[in-house]
């Protein structure tokens, strides 16, 4: 949905939190779930979908009479699609996925493809005169890069990307944007990893010349091009764990020309009680599906992590749970300010909306609790339906300076 205020902002969720990979499931939900939900915080209003497709499920779309009958749903509805969640390619939800969900990354070609493909996609949908962006996996799962080279190989993957960027402008009027997500444990882990790479590598190196080379740009208009075309999501919950200082993460990529184009609104896990009961109290995080990745901060400031909880509450047995902190990549609802015995990350996320709302033209804002089916029992009354639209009144009210009568 139009969010009110200066400039066109835009707010949805991110339907990768319903099951579904073929194109037919993705279309049910959106009659399940995205219509019921708009009917609750936008009745009668446009709304936008954030529209999270698969490999399996892009294919479909793309076949001969679904994107006519997508488009006149949309219409029908007064829905938009201005964001697509290009991250993860295959299956996602009911089966263990844990690194796997990065690939293919952009050391393949099937990554590229894939994205090219959304970027078609979303060109065939999106209104005129909004920008589209992509947000996509940060280069590869950490272990999967082994040096420069890999870098490099990436780099130029994703200027290939943005020459199919530039050429869809010229001939549908759609300009789109590509927007790596830094998240733990992968190769552009935190937003300074993204820079070093945008620097090095994108904007600075093997990106800009392949990009020059195959556009028949010159080095200048290159850049220019990648500036334009490619920037960072921020993933809320991912900054939360990694403990970056939003203000000054939003400083940085000012200075450094670097655009956010997207922010993923969500919230992890905080736990300052690292006692038996309360490693008790976690293990009913640790599901079997996603990578919980965990950063924890002692009393010195320093920074020790961990790929998944499993991992990191066999560490802590026996281990003094005092002068410690944990923050875990688990998605929780925006709207719970404590799980149990442990806080969430909400007011970081609050954060970092208000930071920037001063700071960034950012756009793009998509609520993600794609963790709900892995939520603990407890913390899912109310059913999804219900939840995100509390999600999208919290981020509402966070984004349009209401936040002091939000109550939520």
Sequence with gaps: MRLPGPGERHLTYCTNIHPGESWAEVRSNLDRFVLPVRARVAPGAPFGVGLRLSGRAARELGEPGQLDEFRAF???????????????????????????????????????????????????????????TISTVPGAFGPRVAGERDAADMAARMARHVHRLLRLAESTGRRIALALEPEPCCHLETVADALEFFARHLIGGAGVETLAREAGLARAEAEAALRAHAGICLDTCHMAVEFEDPAAVLARLRDAGIRVLKVQVSAGLRATRLDGPARQALAAFADGVYLHQVVERRGDGGLRRYLDLPDALAAAEGAPGQDREWRVHFHVPLFHPRLGLFESTRDYAREVLECVRAESGCRHFEVETYTWDVLPEEFRAGGIVAAVAKELDWAMAHLDGRAAAAAV
């Design 74 to 132: 949309l219409r029908e509805h007064a829905l938009y699609v201005f964001t697509l969640n290009g991250f993860p390619h295959g299956a996602f939800h009911g089966q263990p996925v844990k690194e796997d969900v990065y690939r293919p990354d952009w050391l393949e070609d099937e990554r590229l493809a894939y994205t090219d493909l959304l970027a078609e996609l979303l060109a065939a949908l999106l209104p005129r005169g909004i920008e589209g």
